[in-house]
């Protein structure tokens, strides 16, 4: 059970968060405009690093916000998390 | 040969820590037995001569005690009495006055009665936590008390000392001396926690562990109080100390799986612990110096020793050589042994040597105790990924590298370990080298395992069963691993060992669950009414966590007959219902009318303040999640009601949005479920008891149009109602505070009992609204249906520049005609309901399935009987069905095809004539 840390709340358990998909892409500002093939990128196709990976994450059993976090994907270690509209340092 | 013992004769005196002035009694297998307080049931039948406890799981062969302690691979018991409970280590067990036990022929038996016993759960946040409290742990927990931190010391056995046996002398004081003043300083501290009984059986990620604390089992049952039988501690450390020392290692040769046949540390254990000397004539085959302390003791209680050294020049250590009343033969092995000839029973009757010289004879023996060297403990480091390393004067894996906040002290480390020669096994019959003896896995086996091909020790072990019994491994696991290297020729180094996993000992499902069984299993969701619906007889389903009023049977109806009855009722009369559990969300902020815009299909932005809108939800990929009615109760507030079972995750899908991508627009939203209790008045006479119940307000369609809501009041509460029909019949909604809605619900009765006004349930509500085609997400829907397929282009709006899915419903998927749509069937012989999630194919002229494969055309999603049709109907998902109507296709029903119309969705009232009344 590893410890997650809220940038909200601190370090709470796993079992208090949702994982929401990868991290940073945004909705297109116009999705009219996207080509079929640019918009199936957007709704259906995500990164699958090994490594150093940003993901969004919601503490949904605790202040229900969203936020950021990059972990790596060997080892499952949050490597920082940091709140939606920061970038990571 | 052994000699024949009373009961008793197996106890020494002057050694053991029983209060020997109490006497306990108990069974085994029907014979009475005595022992006394301080006993393990394995230590109460050695003393009492009983040395073979059961027969093995798969070759019948005898099995006894090994090992005194939880790494004894054989000697399992069956609790009958005080609890049943299968498949316990007698070693592990503490005897208590009137037990009664079975030996396990093979496997054990799960108890056919409740468990009545409490289990239960405890949070600790810590410094430092020690597991195991022998010489290491000890020293670990004082020196990190003495540091002011926060400290718990968790030990698995009854007492602290670990291994120590009380003969040692530490810091110059005997080892018992020392365990109590530490013992003393450490409950100075009030930050230190020491708990005995207590198994850390799981290490995890940021130092986690879990550990079962044995509470009640070892008191008698008047002392047990109301205490929970066991718990289970779930620790976070900052540190966590692995202290849980070593594992003796056995040696493999022929027959090496009689009851007589132990660790040579253990039989120490019984003899120090509880004054059990496990042999009067006893065999020790070792390869190194450490075995010679079991040798020692047990000559000075009495028996004769011979030590079998399997290293030709005999011990290392000067002291050790000369032990009075025990005889050293180095350079020899034991290849294999005899069975007692008296007992009959399977039991060690004698040793075959090798000597040196490569002579072979027998060594008489009751006890053949062995040590082949000694493995770390290293479980807990293992359970959080620590690498361990092969030590080749150890014969051993150890923690390597290491593992941030994880420490390995003492023997688990390896430290203070006496290397000796490393022996595995000696040659012989490998059929008979048993190296799982539990698992009845022998040497054969893994000979089998390497000629099949298999290169792992994982594999090995899947493909052998070894390592995978109750012990999972501990006194198994090294040794296979070695044999595995020496039959492959391949160095062990390179081969490893198994991963060891969570958990350490096996740990009931009943303390898992703790308090969380029954009724606490899973919260039960109950309505501001329920106990009105239970009155009412009514028949309750689950959905999601709530408790729904299903249908309300009347005395020798069934489901269907209730159903048709309050169908009719509702379509010719007038109906209630507890909608009380559809999800309300409160939306409130200047940005509302953008958010909802956004998030829904249809346009919210427009519409009015009193008025009330049907709207579609649907994910980026335009397929529909949910659908409900939206509220407009000011220019900046709504209320959203989603489905029942949509409501949380509707709730998290819009917070989402909100959160992610939006973070500008100023809205707020709050999940009101539980405030507002909902009663739909249903039916042609909804509109008398409504206007009788709410005198002041004009309830005429022309001043209460559909689609609108009214803020009124009863007896001074607060009553919203809203014009809103999931039957397509004249209805209100009453809402009311969930405080009140007993109030409300009875005036509504009373005021309808003129009308004979029917509460009805779920399932009615199901029907009527398949009758009229309005789908439920979820069961009509499948992740993969979009408004368009739902025959809902109508909600999607042409005037947004977007929403949530808008582009997805221009892919060119999305515009195939052939896609599945939301149809009406209608079997034709009128009486047949078809079973839902039944596939349906084209008609076949001679009434026969053509061969395989059939194409399939959709499938039914919701069917029912219809008391407004007087048929049975169902709703469907159909490959281009709205292109269709009128076919008869066939859905097969077993061996039958039941031939059905294909119609549109809207079964009943298709013109929308009787909403209004």
């Not at chain 2, 493999?252 to 019984?270: C, E, K």
């Not at chain 2, 405080?739 to 009615?764: D, F, R, S």
């Not at chain 2, 999607?796 to 749509?821: I, M, T």
């Not at chain 2, 709205?882 to 119309?901: M, S």
Request: charged share 25%.
């Amino acid at each position: 059970m590893q410890l997650i840390h809220c940038p909200w709340c601190g370090p709470r358990e796993e079992v208090e968060f949702h994982y929401g998909g990868q991290a940073h892409i945004a909705y297109p500002e116009y999705p009219s405009a996207l080509s079929d093939e640019s918009w199936a990128h957007y709704v259906f196709f995500r990164d699958n690093t090994k490594g150093e990976f940003a993901e969004r994450w919601s503490h949904s059993s605790g202040c229900r916000r969203w936020f950021n976090a990059v972990r790596d994907t060997r080892t499952y270690t949050f490597l920082k998390t940091y709140k939606i509209g920061e970038v990571a340092q | 040969m052994s000699s024949e013992r009373v009961d008793g004769s197996s106890r020494v005196d002057g050694y053991g820590r029983l209060d020997r002035s109490r006497t306990l009694r108990f069974t085994f297998d029907g014979q009475p037995y005595t022992g006394h307080p301080g006993d393990t049931i394995a230590s109460a039948l050695l003393a009492n001569g009983v040395v073979v406890l059961g027969s093995s799981v798969k070759l019948g062969r005898s099995r006894g005690i090994s090992a005194s302690w939880t790494e004894d691979a054989t000697g399992l018991i069956q609790i009958e009495e005080p609890f049943p409970e299968p498949m316990l280590l007698a070693s592990a067990v503490e005897l208590v006055d009137g037990m009664v036990v079975r030996g396990l022929n093979g496997q054990g038996r799960l108890a056919e009665v409740p468990d009545a016993a409490r289990y239960d759960r405890r949070h600790h946040h810590v410094d430092t936590l020690v597991v195991g409290a022998g010489p290491a742990g000890l020293r670990a927990a004082l020196a990190a008390a003495r540091r002011g931190e926060r400290v718990a010391l968790i030990d698995d056995r009854p007492e602290a000392g670990g291994s120590l046996t009380g003969s040692e002398t530490i810091d110059g004081r005997s080892s018992r001396h020392f365990v109590a003043s530490v013992l003393a300083d450490l409950a100075e501290y009030p930050d230190v926690l020491h708990l005995q009984r207590t198994t850390a059986f799981g290490h995890y990620d940021d130092g986690f562990v879990l550990a079962l604390e044995r509470r009640t089992d070892h008191l008698p049952a008047t002392e047990a109080g109301n205490r929970s039988r066991q718990r289970v501690h779930r620790i976070r450390a900052q540190r966590v100390v692995v202290a849980t020392g070593a594992h003796e290692r056995p040696i493999v040769f022929a027959d090496n799986d009689r009851p007589g046949i132990m660790l040579a540390a253990s039989a120490r254990d019984f003899l120090h612990r509880y004054g059990v000397l496990v042999g009067r004539e006893v065999v020790l085959f070792t390869s190194h110096d450490g075995a010679y302390d079991t040798a020692r003791d047990l000559a000075a209680a009495g028996a004769s020793v011979t030590v079998v050294e399997a290293r030709p020049q005999g011990p290392a250590l000067e002291g050790v050589r000369a032990i009075p009343g025990a005889r050293v033969i180095p350079g020899a092995r034991v290849i294999s042994t005899l069975a007692d000839q008296e007992h009959q029973d399977g039991r060690i009757g004698a040793a075959v040597v090798i000597d040196a010289e490569g002579h072979e004879f027998f060594v008489n023996c009751d006890a053949l105790l062995l040590s082949g060297g000694w493995n770390p403990t290293a479980h807990l480091f293992s359970h959080v990924r620590g690498a361990l390393a092969y030590d080749s004067q150890l014969g051993a894996f150890k923690p390597a590298q290491s593992v941030p906040g994880t420490e390995v002290v003492g023997a688990a480390a390896g430290e203070g370990i006496q290397p000796g020669l490393v022996i595995w096994r000696v040659p012989g019959p490998r059929e008979r080298q048993f190296v799982d003896v539990q698992r009845d896995s022998t040497v054969a086996d893994i000979a089998r395992a390497v000629g099949a091909g298999l290169r792992s020790v994982e594999h090995v072990k899947r493909y052998t069963t070894i390592g995978t019994a109750h012990d999972q491994g501990k006194t198994s696991g090294m040794i296979a691993a070695g044999i595995t290297a020496e039959l492959m020729n391949r160095p062990i180094e390179e081969l490893g060992t198994t991963t060891f996993r969570p958990p350490y000992v096996p740990v009931a499902f009943a303390a898992l669950a703790g308090r969380e069984r029954g009724e606490l299993f899973d919260p039960a969701r109950k309505t501001a009414l329920h106990e009105w619906h239970v009155k009412a007889g009514a028949v309750f389903e689950d959905v999601g966590q709530w408790k729904r009023a299903r249908h309300y049977p009347k005395p020798g109806e069934d489901m269907e007959a209730a159903v048709l009855r309050e169908c009719a009722a509702v379509r010719t009369g007038v109906g209630i219902l507890d909608g009380s559990t559809l999800g309300k969300i409160d939306v409130q902020g200047p940005d509302a009318p953008a958010l909802l815009d956004l998030m829904y299909t249809n346009m919210m932005s427009s519409l009015k303040v009193g008025s009330v809108r049907y709207g579609v939800m649907c994910g980026v990929d335009g397929m529909v999640i949910d659908d409900g009615t939206v509220v407009r109760l000011a220019e900046d507030r709504y209320m959203v009601i989603t489905t029942t079972g949509g409501a949380a995750k509707i709730l998290d899908w819009m917070e989402e949005w909100v959160q992610t991508e939006w973070p500008h627009l100023k809205v707020k939203l709050a999940s009101v479920t539980e405030q507002w209790a909902v009663f739909p008045v249903v039916g042609p006479r909804s509109r008398e008891v409504i206007g009788e119940v709410f005198g002041d307000l004009d309830v005429s369609n022309e001043a209460f149009g559909f689609m609108t809501w009214r803020d009124t009041e009863l007896g001074g509460v607060p009553v919203r109602l809203a014009r809103i029909s999931f039957s397509g019949e004249l209805a209100y909604e009453v809402n009311v505070n969930a405080w009140y809605a007993e109030a409300v619900w009875l005036k509504l009765l009373e005021a309808g009992a003129k009308h004979n006004i029917t509460p009805y349930g779920t399932e009615t509500m199901h029907v009527l609204r398949a009758e009229k085609g309005y789908p439920i997400i979820g069961q009509d829907t499948d992740g993969t249906v979009t408004p368009q397929d739902l025959g809902m282009g109508w909600a999607v709006s042409k005037k947004k520049p977007d929403f949530v899915g808008k582009r997805s419903f221009a892919r060119a998927e999305n515009q195939n005609p052939l896609r599945k749509q939301l149809v009406g069937l209608l079997p034709t012989d009128e009486s047949t309901k078809l079973p839902e999630g039944s596939q349906i194919v084209e008609f076949a002229a001679d009434g026969v399935l053509p061969a395989p494969p059939v194409p399939m055309l959709g499938h039914v999603t919701s069917s029912y009987r219809s008391a407004a049709l007087g048929r049975p109907f169902a709703l469907a998902l159909l490959k281009g069905g709205r292109e269709r109507i009128g076919d008869v296709v066939h859905v097969p029903v077993g061996e039958q095809l039941v031939a059905a119309q294909i119609t549109s969705a809207v079964l009943v009232d298709p013109e929308g004539a009787r909403r209004d009344g």
